[in-house]
Every structure is written in structure tokens, then in C-alpha cells.
């Protein structure tokens, strides 16, 4: 369930344009969630277009949005879909954070299948 889930993720960023796609596999790791989907939009306008599709393809599978944090900012969008948690950056918060830093030990899912499809 949570592969399904995920690669509708990430192929919904994907088609809203989001740049630098990266999924960590949490396992083991977090209790928060299974994977964590980070990528970043260039401006306002285009994060909260990830973080729309993300929620609407999540919706279209079947799937609750359990809650989504910082739309209206659109400076750090958290979508939370249970087991996947999508953090949508704008590019300059990105560096700031970095996710991937933070949560060095977590294993990179490679996800180029499902951008090529």
C-alpha cells in the first residue's frame, strides 16, 4: 500500500514540475512515517501546485490527506498521507532545512522508474 501511495507522490511532484526529488525510507528510523517524499518548487505559486496534486492524486487512489501544514506560506508545505509524509519546499528554505542532511542515515528509495514512466 504505501509503494502505490508513494509513486503517486512522487509522480504528481513530478508533474507539477517539482525540482530535485528525493524519498528516504523512514523504517526503522521514524515512527512518524515510512517514507518521506522531499522536493522544492521556484516559487509560491508552484509549491502550493505540488502540494495541490499531491493531495489530489492522493484522493483520486483512495487515500486521506491526514493533514496538510504551511499551504498558505508556502514556504515549507507538509503533506501528511500516513505512511508518506510529502515536504514541499520553496528552494531557498530547502538549503536551509536539509531534510536529507538531518536524516543522513536514512536510505535513498530510487525513484527513477517512476519519473521515467
Same mark, same amino acid.
Given at each position: =500500500?504505501? #509503494? @502505490? !501511495?508513494?509513486?503517486? $507522490?512522487?509522480?504528481? $511532484? +513530478? +508533474?507539477?514540475? $517539482?525540482? +530535485? %526529488?528525493?524519498?528516504?525510507? =523512514? #523504517?526503522?528510523?521514524?515512527? /512518524?512515517?515510512?517514507?518521506? %517524499?522531499?522536493? *522544492? ?15 489530489? #492524486?492522493? *484522493?483520486?487512489? &483512495?487515500? +486521506?490527506?491526514?493533514? !496538510? @501544514? ?10 501528511? !498521507? &500516513?505512511?508518506?509524509? $510529502?515536504? /514541499? ?9 536539509? %531534510?536529507?542532511? %538531518? ?15
Amino acid at each position: =500500500m504505501s #509503494k @502505490e !501511495l508513494l509513486y503517486a $507522490a512522487v509522480k504528481a $511532484a +513530478d +508533474d507539477k514540475r $517539482a525540482e +530535485d %526529488l528525493v524519498v528516504l525510507n =523512514m #523504517k526503522g528510523i521514524s515512527l /512518524i512515517a515510512d517514507y518521506f %517524499l522531499i522536493c *522544492h518548487g521556484n516559487s509560491d505559486k508552484q509549491v502550493q501546485a505540488i502540494a495541490r496534486e499531491i493531495k489530489e #492524486k492522493a *484522493h483520486e487512489n &483512495g487515500y +486521506d490527506v491526514k493533514r !496538510l @501544514e504551511g499551504f498558505d506560506d508556502a514556504r515549507w508545505v507538509l503533506v501528511d !498521507l &500516513g505512511d508518506i509524509v $510529502a515536504h /514541499i519546499f520553496h528552494r531557498d528554505e530547502r538549503n536551509y532545512y536539509n %531534510l536529507e542532511r %538531518l536524516w543522513g542515515d536514512a536510505p535513498q528509495e530510487d525513484i527513477q522508474g517512476v519519473l521515467n514512466q
